[in-house]
């Protein structure tokens, strides 16, 4: 039997959406996230779509991302930004919020729980 990607197991395409959505979502509604909702536009539309896109390639799925774009340098993309431990532990208290509005299983969470947080921490600027 061979292990299914976090992308199979979020429910492939539809799953991915809705985590990329649901994690916007928590970030603009959720006071303990205010700071690095700042940090993006008025409108989350587009970067709702670019999470997707991203997730669906970095979770095991179609690298829509890289197609579209090119290869990403998430570094580069948050240069802009003074990024600290505190704005890391609102993205992953973003991130945690949606993978449980999105019902993923445990399995899923303990997968993604390390990745995801080596992922924040490297933007960590500051």
């Given at each position: 039997m061979?292990?299914?990607?976090?992308?199979?197991?979020?429910?492939?395409?539809d799953g991915i959406k809705a985590l990329a959505n649901a994690f916007y979502d928590a970030m603009d509604s959720l006071p303990n996230a205010e700071?690095?909702?700042?940090?993006?536009?008025?409108?989350?539309?587009?970067?709702?779509?670019?999470?997707?896109?991203?997730?669906?390639?970095?979770?095991?799925?179609?690298?829509?991302?890289?197609?579209?774009?090119?290869?990403?340098?998430l570094t580069d993309q948050h240069k802009p930004f003074t990024i600290n431990s505190n704005d890391r532990d609102q993205w992953l208290h973003c991130f945690d919020y949606a993978l449980d509005e999105i019902n993923a299983s445990e399995e899923v969470k303990v997968m993604l729980k390390q990745p995801m947080f080596r992922m924040a921490d490297f933007l960590v600027n500051s």
């Open positions: 061979t292990q299914q990607t976090p992308y199979e197991l979020l429910g492939k395409d700071h690095i909702r700042k940090m993006h536009a008025a409108s989350l539309t587009d970067v709702k779509q670019k999470l997707y896109e991203y997730l669906s390639g970095w979770l095991g799925g179609p690298d829509i991302y890289r197609e579209k774009y090119g290869h990403i340098c």
